[in-house]
């Protein structure tokens, strides 16, 4: 196992995620943590070895011998296990992020608690801080005996029992100790930003520490989904939650920023806002799931970030709610030579008409989950089906963002008729004021009209992916997805057949094959193939989309993670990780697929 870094890169699939509603970190197989970013998810990162092997800060603890290792997640938990072992003996690391609780603690904390299981293993380990995307200077210090990093208002201290004595040079703080069977040591981290620096006694970490796998495992026991792939659908969801900004709601697309969709291209994007489009999906999974905190915090979250640009509609918002999402570039290698490395991300600020329906869409499911609108959000909705009247005939950036000319997507289409069908089905139930409803009728009957007789194909037997164009979209199985209803059902029939014909390779889809205004290429897209089991599923391709399920769980990593895209090849893990879209996906394609089959 040791040396299956390539130029100090592990491969995105030997990575596993660990966090505490506030931020997440990643961690190697080979124990080391590439990933940190503090105080937040969407903060300047600490560790970022991921993205630069040298200058991006690490923290390495592993044997000081040859090993194997193998790893897990504590059953229903996200605490992860390593156990590594080695010619003379085994050992067992423990990592979590505790999650906050009341009293005096470390606002942000790691512990690594290592356990001696035979012989005896000499260990290692070495914490090298690089605040600010590296771009900041560490100072390494004592206080109280206790080696601290500062850079600014960031402060890290670096308790260890058990673990050899640290010792400290200018950036880096690092130690050595031998496990014994039986042994058990210690190493926290412990974070501030902008407060007192707290250091735990070893009796608090251990305490949260088990209390944090308590917690997760009671989480992961409500859950009330029982169908097929249970295994799998309850990883999907622990990872979804380790997504989730706690403080607001919100869910992040991704832990990361700027892993690459190609190695060595430019397709590198930061991931770790949140995607309206997203909106149906989660709330979708959480009601089908058992999580009423969860879907209530992330509408409230979902209504108060739209509020601030009602009536328009952004395509993405800070963990916060907030509307500024620059993009920069980071003085980072990037992930294997893949630049640049980007903190912020432009598509804020594009048109992407495909949001309005996944809003409408997402209110619609919580009404129909036995939920209530109040007064004033009903008012916002029937203003923002208002607005959909007014732009749905203009073009824009797509699902996929991409960065070429606007066009008239199918999809963006579809999703108008979407927003405005959903929109009159809530004003005839009166959970929405009908004022508009004789606009939105019309509007919805003019989008149809648009979609089909200028989206589709009769030589391809399909919707294409703009007017125009011959070229097929896997997002045009959103139409099957949504319940759009055409003129002639046939035409989602063809259309499910044309994308598995041309997008489809073995389990894989790809997105689409046409220009986007980017050099290069991607990788297959995971979300659109759970989309096309869900699409299989609904109609009634049972067994068919049960065969493509089971194959694609087989590419998750060996934690049950996915990463956004895979390479068909070689089935490489590409792009940001884990990706949130990818697992909500997996739930609603096993959900309906449930659903369907006891029909």
Not at 24 to 34: E, K, P
Not at 108 to 123: A, D, N, Q, Y
Not at 262 to 281: K, P, Q, T, V
């Amino acid at each position: 196992m040791t040396g299956l870094r390539r130029d100090g890169y592990l491969p995105i699939r030997d990575y596993a995620a660990i966090g505490d509603g506030r931020t997440a970190a990643l961690v190697g197989r080979d124990g080391s943590i590439d990933w940190l970013c503090l105080p937040d998810l969407d903060s300047p990162s600490v560790f970022a070895a991921l993205l630069d092997a040298e200058r991006g800060g690490t923290f390495e603890l592993s044997p000081c011998a040859p090993f194997d290792a193998k790893r897990r997640y504590q059953p229903d938990t996200n605490v992860l296990e390593t156990t590594f072992a080695t010619a003379e003996g085994s050992v067992r690391v423990t990592d979590a992020m505790p999650l906050p609780r009341g009293g005096l603690a470390p606002g942000r904390e790691l512990v690594r608690r290592i356990e001696g299981l035979s012989g005896e293993v000499p260990m290692r380990w070495r914490v090298e801080p690089r605040f600010g995307y590296g771009a900041r200077r560490t100072r390494v210090d004592r206080r109280t005996g206790v080696p601290r990093a500062t850079a600014g208002s960031t402060a890290l201290a670096l308790p260890a029992w058990g673990a050899g004595e640290p010792s400290c040079t200018q950036s880096s703080i690092s130690g050595e100790f031998a496990t014994a069977a039986g042994s058990r040591s210690l190493l926290v981290l412990s974070a501030s930003h902008s407060e007192p620096l707290v250091l735990p006694s070893r009796a608090e970490s251990e305490q949260r520490l088990e209390a944090t796998a308590s917690f997760w495992r009671r989480w992961a026991g409500s859950r009330s989904y029982e169908g097929p792939w249970r295994d799998s659908v309850i990883r999907s969801a622990l990872a979804l939650k380790l997504l989730v900004y706690a403080p607001s709601g919100a869910i992040a697309a991704a832990a990361t920023t700027s892993l690459p969709e190609e190695i060595g291209g430019e397709r590198n994007w930061d991931y770790r806002f949140s995607w309206l489009r997203d909106a149906f999906f989660t709330l979708d999974a959480f009601l089908a799931l058992g999580c009423p905190s969860e879907a209530e915090a992330y509408l409230s979250w979902l209504l108060h970030a739209s509020q601030l640009t009602h009536p328009r509609l952004r395509v993405l918002y800070a963990l916060g709610g907030g509307t500024r999402t620059p993009e920069r570039r980071l003085d980072l290698a990037g992930y294997r030579g893949s630049r640049p490395v980007r903190a912020g991300n432009a598509a804020g600020a594009q048109r992407q008409l495909d949001v309005y329906g996944e809003l409408l869409q997402t209110a619609w499911r919580y009404v129909d989950g036995g939920n209530r609108l109040d007064r004033d959000t009903a008012r916002r909705l029937a203003g923002i089906a208002d607005e959909v009247c007014r732009l749905w005939a203009e073009p824009d950036s797509g699902i996929w963002e991409v960065r070429s000319e606007p066009l008239h997507f199918t999809q963006s289409k579809i999703m108008c008729w979407v927003a405005l069908d959903r929109a009159t089905r809530l004003a005839e139930t009166g959970c929405l004021p009908d004022e508009g409803i004789s606009g939105w009728r019309q509007a919805r009957d003019a989008i149809q009209a648009f979609v089909e007789g200028q989206c589709w194909s009769e030589e391809r037997g399909s919707y294409v992916r703009h007017p125009g164009s011959a070229e097929l979209d896997a997002s045009l199985l959103f139409g099957l997805l949504m319940g759009y209803r055409p003129g002639d059902e046939r035409r989602l029939d063809g259309t499910l057949d044309a994308v598995t014909r041309e997008l489809r390779n073995g389990p894989l889809v790809d997105r689409y094959r046409g220009e986007d205004g980017l050099g290069g290429r991607e990788g297959a897209f995971l979300a659109c193939s759970f989309w096309l089991v869900e699409a299989l599923t609904r109609r009634e391709r049972l067994e068919e989309a049960a065969g493509l399920m089971e194959e694609l769980l087989a590419l998750a990593n060996d934690v049950g993670l996915y990463a956004e895209e895979i390479d068909v090849a070689g089935g490489e893990f590409l792009g940001n990780f884990p990706q949130g879209l990818v697992h909500l996906a997996l739930i609603n394609a096993a959900v309906v697929w449930t659903e369907w089959s006891a029909r």
